[in-house]
Nanobody, 122 residues
């Protein structure tokens, strides 16, 4: 079993930045690809970004390309999401996720964190 714990959410003004962290425990983190998803009130869950187990491959959702950067530190068992140029539409609960399958981690990962709230004020 893998446990994921997000942190770093909060309230920020439009145009500002936040850095989310996802700390993993329970299994060998560097065997897993890691990703971020988000869900706004009344909307479906949205794919944000994913990073391969090695950190060499990244994929971003269209709405965050050029503004968000995903990364990881396997020695610290932690994944990160650096968010810049934030917009009110970025508001939502951000979830960290992990899976050993590169295709599955972008659609329906096996492991999820509890989420962290990000609110962007206009």
């Amino acid at each position: 079993q893998m446990e994921l714990a997000e942190s770093g959410g909060g309230l920020v003004q439009a145009g500002g930045s936040l850095r989310l962290s996802c700390a993993a425990s329970g299994r060998t983190f560097n065997n897993y690809h890691a990703g971020w998803f988000r869900q706004a009130p009344g909307k479906e869950r949205e794919f944000v970004a994913v990073v391969s187990w090695s950190g060499t491959l990244t994929v971003y959702g269209d709405s965050v390309k050029g503004r968000f950067t995903i990364s990881r530190d396997n020695a610290k068992k932690t994944a990160f999401l650096q968010m810049s140029s934030l917009k009110p539409d970025d508001t939502g609960i951000y979830y960290c996720a992990a899976d050993t399958s590169w295709s599955r981690v972008r659609i329906n990962p096996a492991y999820w964190g509890q989420g962290t709230q990000v609110t962007v004020a206009s």
